[in-house]
């Protein structure tokens, strides 16, 4: 089976400018989690869609939104843009909610000037 | 909501010796306890995992064990090989239905 796949794997973006990167998870999964990696803080939870529902959402601004489709892509979208939001957005898909292994998929690398 | 923390943040070792990262966790219903490999411009990759009814897992060199009256859980690397020089998350479920994450372990391993 292919691997989690996300696009664009780079992007720069200005300051209020908004983006919306896309994550396909595994064939068959039906969960797809979205994170933030930045340095020194590890890996930071944004959400989790699963059957094109938000389960759960985590500390961020509503800047921060996500919608799943039927196919179980997902996308997320940063609106107006702040230097603070580069980092690597890294989805992750699961067969199922909850407490299931997750796959990782290569990233997005934003860099906000 | 749950806390992991993880420790060291940078780890040393000398090719063939033992490497072990050590996370705390604070919810006691946290259940499912996944730890990842990350190389240098890769995605995480799980490397090993362990639920809240076993103590202890092993696959070939590695092993993770779980104290659940502590509340913290370990990650063992044996005979450690170059090739495992990389960041290693902890990670914990909790009972937020998320993952939370410690915030990594830079391993290097010196041939």
């Known amino acids: 089976k292919a691997g989690v796949t996300q696009t664009p794997r780079y992007l720069i973006k200005t300051r209020g400018q908004q983006v919306t990167l896309s994550c396909s998870p595994i064939?068959?999964?039906?969960?797809v989690s979205w994170y933030q990696q930045t340095p020194g803080q590890g890996l930071q939870f944004l959400f989790e869609?699963?059957?094109?529902?938000?389960?759960n959402k985590g500390n961020f601004p509503g800047r921060f939104s996500g919608r799943q489709f039927s196919n179980s892509r997902s996308e997320m979208n940063v609106s107006t843009l702040e230097l603070g939001d580069s980092a690597l957005y890294l989805c992750?898909?699961?067969?199922?909610?909850?407490?299931?292994?997750?796959?990782f998929g290569p990233g997005t690398r934003l860099l906000v000037l | 909501g749950e806390n992991v923390e993880q420790h060291p943040s940078t780890l040393s070792v000398q090719e063939g010796d033992s490497a072990v990262i050590k996370c705390t966790y604070s919810?006691?219903?946290?259940?499912?306890f996944p730890w990842y490999k990350q190389e240098l411009g890769k995605r995480p990759q799980l490397i090993i995992d362990?639920?809240?009814?076993?103590g202890e897992k092993k696959d070939q060199r590695i092993a993770v064990t779980l104290n659940k009256t502590a509340k913290h859980f370990s990650l063992h690397i044996t005979e450690t090989q170059p090739e495992d020089s990389a960041v290693y998350f902890c990670?914990?479920?909790?009972?937020?239905?998320?993952?939370?994450f410690g915030t990594g372990t830079s391993l290097t391993v010196i041939p």
């Open positions: 992750a898909s699961s067969l199922g909610a909850g407490k299931e292994t997750q796959y």
């Open positions: 064939s068959g999964h039906r969960s």
């Open positions: 869609y699963f059957s094109e529902t938000q389960r």
């Open positions: 919810d006691s219903a946290s259940n499912y």
């Open positions: 362990i639920r809240s009814n076993v």
């Open positions: 990670a914990a479920w909790a009972t937020g239905n998320q993952f939370y």
